[in-house]
């Protein structure tokens, strides 16, 4: 990958936008099959950042709104009527928006949304649904917009070939980021330091946002899960833990790795790091059309049992110690999660299935993978002081855990290593196979 932005893909273009556009909205409309309903998207509105004059946060247009206009502005709203089909409503580009950001634009991309209140009094005695972000004085059919949703998101989950050049535009950027920060992973550089500089490249490679904040934990900093961060500096010793994203018109890439900070990893570090690259390996080779999210983390639960049984931290049988729930005092969330228009993308539950408000960890989908799906596969081991020192983990698991071990180890910090997958017919691709994995 250049320095400079990348060109566009052939079908990265207008046409090429406008044709997978209107094959979204027709794939939406066969899967609500609706008769008499209205529905509306909101973009969403500008937010000003609290008690700082006029700045305003970044503005990130809601992803079903996204999803089926592929524009980033504020206020716009997106309206289906099944007897005329789409409208578009959209805020004309105002003077000072020219004068202060420099925007470009005006209502030809589609009608004023002043008229958007004409529009919905005239079908005020029809059911309606309200969905991306709440458009301002409608009400809203809640039983209708949940399943609308539900639907949406069956058709949002099987990633078009846009949406997958875009993601592979976001994933190229990211891994020139990891390559680029290299050489920073010794002691005495520090978190933030790191997070400088793989951001920095992120953007020199063509990403045009991050995907979330980026996650940078040395020592025992790399057992939080969503670490900010610090002016902290690597020791002698310690592990890495990286996980991190750019974005490209709004499509993420989300990769962990961890790293040993003195160039080699310890003993006991290199053995666990194994762990979790088989546990990895044995997710991914369950992540095939029809195969049930759960089995994939099932699978890689299983297998980080087993490690942690022969490595000493866990007692038992492994298949007793899962049911159990014991791995999870080490393996404390699930194997991953939907990535697309950014993370946690279009994630569900299948209809019919209750996940008990007790389960832990909770897992952010409980789906069968269907082709076109993209999922992230990040299995972890952490040594966590919150778990190892709660009173419920101790009790419940006091036969399964070797408490005393696992106090001996509370500075080891965690270890996760993430790809981001793609579900086809023929198996699965890692999308994030260019970055590499140490053992």
């Not at 709004?250 to 546990?279: C, H, K, M, N, W």
């Not at 022969?310 to 939907?338: D, K, N, T, W, Y």
């Not at 419920?392 to 071990?405: G, P, Q």
Request: proline share 6%.
């Amino acid at each position: 990958m250049s320095a400079s932005t990348p060109a566009a893909t052939s079908l990265d273009t207008p046409d090429g936008i406008a044709a997978q556009l209107e094959r979204r909205r027709r794939a939406v409309v066969e899967a609500w099959n609706l008769g008499d309903e209205v529905v509306v998207f909101g973009a969403g509105d500008r937010v000003p950042v609290p008690g700082r004059a006029d700045r305003m946060y970044p503005f990130r247009a809601h992803s079903e709104y996204l999803y089926l206009t592929d524009r980033e502005r504020p206020g716009g709203v997106l309206a289906f009527d099944p007897h005329e089909g789409w409208a578009d409503f959209v805020t004309p580009v105002t003077r000072d928006e020219r004068l202060w950001e420099g925007a470009h634009g005006d209502a030809q991309d589609g009608r004023p949304a002043s008229e958007l209140e004409g529009w919905l009094v005239e079908r005020r005695d029809r059911p309606l649904a309200s969905l991306g972000a709440r458009v301002a004085r409608v009400a809203a059919d809640e039983t209708l917009e949940t399943e609308l949703r539900y639907a949406l998101n069956h058709v949002r989950r099987q990633k078009d070939e846009l949406e997958l050049a875009r993601m592979r535009m976001a994933e190229r950027a990211t891994s020139a980021g990891l390559a680029a920060i290299q050489p920073l992973l010794v002691p005495g550089n520090s978190e933030r330091q790191v997070q400088i500089e793989l951001e920095a490249e992120f953007f020199r490679s063509g990403a045009d946002f991050l995907a979330f904040d980026t996650i940078v934990g040395g020592g025992p900093n790399a057992a939080v899960l969503h670490f900010t961060p610090s002016p902290r500096p690597f020791g002698d010793g310690e592990l890495i833990l990286i996980d991190a994203g750019g974005e490209y018109r709004g499509y993420a890439s989300d990769i962990t790795r961890t790293y040993p900070a003195s160039g080699e990893f310890t003993p006991e570090q290199a053995e666990l790091y194994g762990l979790v690259r088989s546990a990895g390996l044995a997710a991914l080779a369950r992540c095939t059309a029809g195969t049930e999210w759960r089995d994939v983390h099932l699978t890689a639960a299983l297998v980080i049992a087993e490690g942690l049984v022969e490595f000493g931290l866990l007692r038992g049988r492994p298949e007793l110690l899962v049911e159990q729930g014991a791995q999870s005092v080490f393996f404390p969330h699930g194997i991953g999660h939907m990535v697309g228009l950014g993370v946690r993308d279009a994630g569900d539950v299948l209809k019919g299935r209750l996940q008990r408000d007790d389960e832990f960890p909770r897992l952010r989908m409980d789906l069968p993978l269907l082709p076109g799906h993209v999922v992230t596969v990040e299995p972890g081991i952490y040594l966590v002081p919150a778990l190892l020192h709660d009173p419920e983990f101790r009790e419940r698991h006091r036969d399964a855990v070797d408490w005393e071990r696992a106090e001996r180890l509370l500075d080891f910090g965690g270890i996760r290593i993430e790809d981001n997958v793609l579900i086809t017919d023929e198996g699965p691709e890692v999308l994030t196979a260019d970055v590499p994995v140490l053992i």
